[in-house]
Structure formats: structure tokens, C-alpha cells
């Protein structure tokens, strides 16, 4: 069995209402779309234990959609068929995720009997008007109220979700949403730009709407990162604040270039060295599966030198030499270290003797600040 331990994700592509702004993929649920939806995903549990390398367990997500509309009890046989297939280590992160309006208490006692020990809720706001905007179908106080749940049933560690710089939003409404979260005694705060994707309302209806500019932005974003710090939130990537010893343990896998298995509609996996995904069509991944096995198609191999920088970039600590060292068998590449020296000058990267790091000013423009350190010939 290989000796480092991957981590698993299941999409459950459900979702009672598409937000406008949301380009997952996700269908409305009826009860025989999830009965059967639930044992194709058995299925596919049972196929990757045979296909892939042998290995052990470390973090389970369950992402969306939404979840719970799948149903508590088809959610604890998934937890339970995992457990079947696969060695789950004792004290594996196991996440689900919620929207306020799904939590109830019966769903978090099944939830927690299962052994679900993270909850991900999508609060996005905690102002009313731009929940409305928003186009999600809670209220603060649904937050609040769903916080309460999750807590009272023995579920802790509660990591909560949050939009920046969509129309309207101001410092003093971000200031508003802070308290709201910090009033639900999280452990991880996700505070994601908000971005307009195509095919979506927000990007038929754009002109519509008032975006803020770059210094606008800017200045939301930084004022984030201040918020979030002076609450003893600790920010260890790019859109990602946590207390001390609670950073997302499965999203740093994708970060750490490390190996996981996605299973579902629009789920992507690497493993054995090789990425894949499977197609954005829940009836073909049920049609599939029943059928044998559904399509895992190809996507190049992972983990390289380029892609690696390329994700651990995105993170705090950045590219560290001595886990580059152990890596690759080699020193951080000359270039690189040179490029950053020239744009740490401009205050957007720090290189010292730990490596090369993004600053708060350089994830502003990560993109463009990665692609100029990352071009490795």
C-alpha cells in the first residue's frame, strides 16, 4: 500500500435553486434522480478501490450542489460504503457541505453519527440586501440559526463562506457580514472574490450591474484579509482564513499538488500520478455506472515541477526550499528565484532564505504574478 494517504471527494450534483452567479454543475433533485444517483456513486467507490494504487484515507469532502438534498441517510450509507472500500484513517477530515436553509438537526445527528467531523455553509453575506442580490434563498438569521444547529450537535468545526467585491458590496457591508460570521463561532472563513462566469444571469445581465474597480477591489479585499486577521483567523491562501490548526486539511491537498479521488458529474481526481475528470452529465454517470463503470476521461499527468509552484503559490508559505528539496531532489530553479527577486522590489513577493511568496499585494494579482515566476523551459 502507498505510503501517503489521498483524499477523496464526492459531488452530489443537487441543488434546489441555481444562484446566478454559480457555474457548478448541478440538476434539481427527485427522489429516483438520488436513489439512483446514490448507487451509481457506490458503484464508482467500489471501481476506484480496484482501479487505482492501494492506499489509505485522510480527508473526505463531500461537495455540491447541495448535499443534503441527496438525502441524510443516502449521505451516512455514502460515509459508510467509503469505509467498506477504503482504509479511513482515525481522524480523517470529514466535510460536508450545507446551505443554512438544510440544516436541520436530524441531518447533523445523522451527519455526526456518521462521522462527519466539518461542516462547509455557504453564507456569502450577512446582509440582507445582498443575500437578495446574491440570489440565495436564506437569511442572516438563517445563518445564525443553522450555526446553532450544527454546534449544538456536536459538530465543531464549522468553516463558513463568504463573497468580496461583487455589486454593491462596500467595506462597511463586508464589516457587517464579518460580525455576522464571527457570531457563529467558526473555525475557517472562505472569503472568495467574486467572479463573473459565463453562462451565467450575472454575465447576460453584467452591464446592468456596478462593479467595483481595481482600487475598490483592492481596497475590499485588504480590509479582508485585516478583518479576518484581527479575529484570529490566520490567512494560509490566497481566499482562506482559519484558526490555528484548522486550514481545510483536503483543500491543501489540491494546493500541496497532492493526490485525491473525485467521483461524480463535473468531479475531477488525480491519482497515480495521472489527472481525470468525468463529463458534466449526470444521466450519462448514472447510465455509466449502472452499466459497469462511468467514463473517467484522461486529463495529462500531475504534480510536475510548474504545477506544482503554480498551486503552492497560491499559499502563504509559498514555495519553501526545503520542501522543494525533498520534492524534486533539487534547489528552487535559478529563474525563478531571480524573477522574484525583481518583483518582490515592487512589493508583490517576498524571497528570503525559507523561498518565494506571495505577498497580501501580490495575491491581488496572483494570477499575473504567477504566471511570471512559473515558466519553467
Given at each position: 500500500?502507498?505510503?501517503?494517504?489521498?483524499?477523496?471527494?464526492?459531488?452530489i450534483p443537487?441543488?434546489g435553486g441555481k444562484?446566478?452567479?454559480c457555474?457548478f454543475?448541478?440538476?434539481a433533485p427527485t427522489e429516483?434522480?438520488?436513489?439512483?444517483?446514490?448507487g451509481?456513486?457506490?458503484?464508482?467507490?467500489q471501481r476506484?478501490?480496484?482501479s487505482?494504487?492501494p492506499?489509505?484515507?485522510?480527508?473526505?469532502?463531500?461537495?455540491?450542489?447541495?448535499?443534503?438534498?441527496l438525502g441524510?441517510?443516502?449521505l451516512?450509507?455514502?460515509?459508510?460504503?467509503v469505509?467498506?472500500?477504503?482504509?479511513v484513517?482515525?481522524?480523517?477530515?470529514?466535510?460536508?457541505e450545507?446551505?443554512?436553509?438544510?440544516?436541520t438537526?436530524?441531518?447533523?445527528?445523522?451527519?455526526?453519527a456518521?462521522?462527519?467531523?466539518r461542516?462547509?455553509?455557504?453564507?456569502?453575506?450577512?446582509?440582507?440586501s445582498?443575500?437578495?442580490?446574491?440570489?440565495?434563498?436564506h437569511?442572516p438569521?438563517?445563518?445564525r440559526c443553522?450555526?446553532?444547529v450544527?454546534?449544538?450537535?456536536g459538530?465543531?468545526?464549522?468553516s463558513l463562506?463568504?463573497?468580496?467585491?461583487f455589486?454593491g458590496?462596500t467595506?462597511?457591508t463586508?464589516?457587517?457580514?464579518?460580525?455576522l460570521?464571527?457570531?457563529?463561532?467558526?473555525?475557517?472563513i472562505?472569503?472568495?472574490?467574486?467572479?463573473?462566469?459565463?453562462?451565467?444571469?450575472?454575465?447576460r445581465?453584467?452591464?446592468?450591474?456596478?462593479f467595483?474597480?481595481?482600487?475598490?477591489?483592492?481596497e475590499?479585499?485588504l480590509a479582508?484579509?485585516e478583518?479576518?486577521e484581527s479575529?484570529?483567523?490566520c490567512?494560509?491562501?490566497?481566499?482562506?482564513?482559519?484558526?490555528?490548526?484548522?486550514?481545510?486539511?483536503?483543500?491543501l491537498?489540491?494546493?500541496?499538488?497532492?493526490?485525491?479521488?473525485?467521483?461524480g458529474p463535473?468531479?475531477?481526481?488525480?491519482?497515480?500520478g495521472?489527472?481525470?475528470?468525468?463529463e458534466r452529465?449526470l444521466?450519462?454517470?448514472?447510465?455509466?455506472?449502472?452499466?459497469g463503470g462511468?467514463?473517467r476521461i484522461?486529463?495529462?499527468?500531475g504534480?510536475d515541477?510548474?504545477?506544482y509552484a503554480m498551486?503552492r503559490?497560491?499559499?502563504a508559505?509559498?514555495l519553501?526550499h526545503?520542501?522543494w528539496q525533498a520534492?524534486?531532489g533539487?534547489?528552487?530553479?535559478?529563474?525563478l528565484?531571480r524573477r522574484?527577486?525583481?518583483?518582490a522590489?515592487?512589493?508583490?513577493v517576498?524571497c528570503?532564505e525559507?523561498g518565494v511568496?506571495?505577498?497580501?499585494?501580490?495575491?491581488?494579482?496572483?494570477?499575473?504574478?504567477?504566471?511570471?515566476?512559473?515558466?519553467?523551459?
Amino acid at each position: 500500500m502507498r505510503s501517503n494517504p489521498r483524499g477523496l471527494y464526492i459531488h452530489i450534483p443537487f441543488c434546489g435553486g441555481k444562484c446566478p452567479y454559480c457555474d457548478f454543475y448541478s440538476v434539481a433533485p427527485t427522489e429516483e434522480l438520488c436513489e439512483r444517483y446514490g448507487g451509481a456513486v457506490h458503484t464508482e467507490l467500489q471501481r476506484a478501490a480496484v482501479s487505482f494504487t492501494p492506499t489509505s484515507i485522510n480527508t473526505i469532502y463531500i461537495g455540491g450542489g447541495t448535499p443534503p438534498l441527496l438525502g441524510s441517510a443516502r449521505l451516512a450509507a455514502l460515509l459508510d460504503r467509503v469505509r467498506e472500500q477504503f482504509p479511513v484513517e482515525q481522524g480523517a477530515e470529514v466535510t460536508v457541505e450545507v446551505n443554512p436553509r438544510t440544516v436541520t438537526r436530524e441531518l447533523v445527528s445523522v451527519l455526526a453519527a456518521a462521522g462527519v467531523n466539518r461542516i462547509s455553509m455557504g453564507a456569502q453575506s450577512g446582509v440582507e440586501s445582498e443575500l437578495e442580490l446574491l440570489g440565495r434563498q436564506h437569511s442572516p438569521d438563517d445563518i445564525r440559526c443553522a450555526a446553532d444547529v450544527i454546534h449544538e450537535g456536536g459538530i465543531e468545526n464549522l468553516s463558513l463562506d463568504i463573497m468580496l467585491c461583487f455589486p454593491g458590496q462596500t467595506i462597511d457591508t463586508l464589516q457587517q457580514s464579518a460580525e455576522l460570521l464571527f457570531s457563529c463561532n467558526p473555525e475557517h472563513i472562505s472569503a472568495y472574490l467574486f467572479k463573473v462566469e459565463e453562462g451565467t444571469p450575472f454575465h447576460r445581465n453584467r452591464d446592468s450591474y456596478s462593479f467595483p474597480d481595481e482600487d475598490e477591489a483592492a481596497e475590499i479585499y485588504l480590509a479582508a484579509c485585516e478583518i479576518m486577521e484581527s479575529a484570529g483567523f490566520c490567512q494560509y491562501e490566497i481566499s482562506n482564513f482559519a484558526k490555528p490548526g484548522r486550514e481545510s486539511r483536503h483543500n491543501l491537498k489540491y494546493w500541496n499538488a497532492e493526490e485525491y479521488i473525485g467521483i461524480g458529474p463535473a468531479a475531477h481526481g488525480f491519482v497515480d500520478g495521472q489527472r481525470y475528470y468525468y463529463e458534466r452529465s449526470l444521466s450519462d454517470f448514472i447510465a455509466q455506472a449502472e452499466a459497469g463503470g462511468a467514463a473517467r476521461i484522461p486529463d495529462g499527468s500531475g504534480g510536475d515541477a510548474e504545477e506544482y509552484a503554480m498551486l503552492r503559490l497560491r499559499l502563504a508559505e509559498g514555495l519553501e526550499h526545503r520542501l522543494w528539496q525533498a520534492r524534486f531532489g533539487e534547489p528552487l530553479p535559478a529563474e525563478l528565484i531571480r524573477r522574484a527577486r525583481q518583483l518582490a522590489a515592487g512589493g508583490l513577493v517576498v524571497c528570503d532564505e525559507r523561498g518565494v511568496r506571495l505577498t497580501r499585494q501580490g495575491f491581488l494579482v496572483s494570477n499575473a504574478v504567477i504566471a511570471q515566476l512559473v515558466y519553467f523551459e
